[in-house]
């Protein structure tokens, strides 16, 4: 069945550094893919979405690039802030299907 | 911007309790879902809701589960007789097109069972 993996955290980097977060998936066909945000205290939030190979999904500073070659979606991001500090969660879904399949989440810790 | 909530935020029971959580999906969604997260695992879906019937649930979701949308505004998950290990997070989640796109997450509700 579909299934995601992700970079196992905690994740600590320094501001302004440069942020990759690993993910692959293994489905058939061609799933959406997703990032997903938890901020302490907060529900989850879509982050960025890519739909088809190739797409790149964007938001706040952040990219994700739908690599069908490689079964991808890493998250990357080119300087990180204190306030991006949260859980980060890859995910897959199909319009076809109704669930979501997420990855076990990926903590980051940004420092000042 | 409106959003999913959930109340309450943490609830703790005895083992072989019931326990409601409850939800207000976003106004014009029609789809509604729960999802559990056990700590330090996978977010994992539960069950789907469309035009008031079940849609699609996964295996955890057996007969000790319902959901129910009351009326036009909450939609609640009921666990009949709880066990240790539903001791988890507890999403809730709305959305327009079918599935697999997006879905618009609440807090979450975290149960402990003692």
């Known amino acids: 069945g579909d299934s995601v993996t992700q970079m196992e955290g905690p994740v600590t980097l320094s501001e302004e550094a440069f942020l990759t977060i690993n993910c692959t998936y293994t489905?058939?066909?061609?799933?959406?893919l997703f990032w997903y945000v938890q901020y302490p205290g907060e529900g989850l939030q879509l982050l960025l979405k890519a739909t088809k190979a190739d797409d790149k999904g964007s938001n706040k500073g952040f990219e994700a690039t739908y690599r069908k070659e490689t079964t991808s979606f890493h998250l990357e991001k080119g300087s990180v802030q204190v306030s991006d500090s949260a859980v980060y969660f890859c995910?897959?879904?199909?319009?076809?299907?109704?669930?979501?399949?997420f990855g076990k989440g990926t903590r980051l810790h940004i420092l000042p | 911007e409106p959003e999913v909530t959930q109340t309450p935020s943490h609830q703790v029971t005895q083992m072989g309790q019931e326990v409601i959580l409850r939800c207000v999906p976003i106004?014009?969604?029609?789809?509604f879902y729960w999802y559990r997260q056990i700590l330090g695992q996978k977010v994992e879906f539960l069950v789907s809701f469309y035009n008031n019937e079940i849609s699609e649930k996964s295996e955890i979701f057996d007969d000790q589960f319902s959901v129910e949308r009351p009326d036009g505004s909450n939609f609640t998950l009921k666990i009949r007789s709880t066990k240790l290990e539903d001791s988890a997070m507890y999403f809730c989640?709305?959305?327009?097109?079918?599935?697999?796109?997006?879905?618009?997450f609440g807090p979450g509700t975290r149960l402990t069972v003692t």
């Open positions: 489905a058939t066909g061609y799933p959406s």
């Open positions: 995910a897959l879904g199909r319009n076809r299907d109704d669930k979501i399949i």
């Open positions: 989640a709305s959305s327009t097109p079918r599935g697999g796109n997006e879905q618009y």
């Open positions: 106004s014009n969604h029609l789809y």
